[in-house]
């Protein structure tokens, strides 16, 4: 088990979620440091994420933009607080337009990310996920990040609606 | 970078234990701003910025009951809450999964 630990608080609108790396922590500084590598592991494989923009210092300006299986692209930046390597981030994560200007129509949720080396040549990652309301963990979600689970449910629930039901 | 700190100040309001500990008193929505505040030890502004907060999030509303106003809950809020919460958990589980493929694809470059 990669993922040790998840803690969500619905009352605060956090999680935490905590996991171990069998590499040091340098190395997992690297997935985030790296922009190429970043771009391996942010978006899901059906919504792949492009970094345009990488300067993970603090006040520096992170832009993305993750592209859909129909070709629509999804644009989002990191406003950089702390960037400690290989120990911490914390970034504030938003929607921008097409030309990456971030979209302040759209709230921001922020992360913070804690990595520390353990026993035996392992590395222990945090991050703590924080939303200001109820609606900014929709939009991030419906972002089409992960499969586009938000979508496919409103999508049943169309099918549903269109379904004539039989009697038996 | 006022982005940055408009944010932070934002942010810095949010995951507190003050605030998940009123909306578990305002389950039953029998208490008031004035009578919330009397159970913790700060200011009756301090509460009253966590309330707005919560108001904000949709984790609270106010209402009238008689002449006065009570905070209550909003329960369907928090169930929602927990829904996308477990979401957002499986965003980052795959996140995880591919984090730690990508360092072990990398070890066996280097072999």
């Known amino acids: 088990m990669t993922v040790t630990a998840v803690r969500k608080d619905p009352a605060a609108l956090t999680m935490t979620l905590t996991a171990e790396f069998d590499a040091s922590p340098e190395r997992v500084w690297q997935l985030w440091a790296d922009p190429r590598q970043l771009e391996r592991w942010w978006g899901p494989p059906t919504w792949p994420a492009t970094f345009t923009a990488h300067d993970l210092a603090p006040g520096g300006h992170v832009e993305y933009h993750m592209t859909g299986p129909t070709g629509d692209?999804?644009?989002g930046f990191w406003d950089v607080v702390e960037?400690?390597?290989?120990?911490?981030l914390v970034f504030v994560d938003g929607f921008a337009h097409d030309d990456g200007t971030p979209?302040?129509?759209f709230p921001r949720n922020e992360g913070r990310v804690t990595i520390e080396p353990i026993a035996s040549g392992r590395t222990?990652?945090?991050?703590?996920?924080?939303?200001p309301s109820i609606e900014a963990m929709e939009q991030v979600l419906a972002m089409g990040m992960e499969e586009g689970l938000t979508l496919a449910v409103g999508q049943i629930?169309?099918?549903l609606a269109d379904t004539p039901v039989h009697s038996a | 970078m006022t982005t940055v700190l408009d944010a932070d100040r934002i942010f810095a309001a949010m995951a507190d234990a003050?605030?998940?500990?009123?909306?578990l008193r305002a389950l039953d929505a029998r208490e008031g701003v004035v009578e919330l505040a009397a159970h913790y030890p700060m200011s009756f502004a301090a509460i009253q910025k966590h309330i707005a907060v919560l108001e904000r999030a949709g984790l609270v509303t106010k209402e009238r009951d008689g002449r006065r106003k009570v905070v209550r809950t909003n329960i369907d809020a928090l169930r929602l809450a927990r829904g996308l919460?477990?979401?957002y958990e499986a965003l980052w589980r795959g996140r995880i999964d591919?984090?730690?493929d990508l360092i072990a694809y990398s070890k066996e470059i280097e072999r």
């Open chain 1, 73 to 75: 692209e999804a644009h």
């Open chain 1, 83 to 88: 960037a400690d390597p290989p120990r911490r």
């Open chain 1, 103 to 105: 979209n302040d129509e």
């Open chain 1, 124 to 131: 222990r990652m945090s991050i703590e996920s924080r939303f």
């Open chain 1, 157 to 159: 629930d169309a099918i």
């Open chain 2, 18 to 23: 003050t605030r998940r500990d009123i909306v």
């Open chain 2, 85 to 87: 919460l477990d979401e």
């Open chain 2, 98 to 100: 591919r984090m730690t």
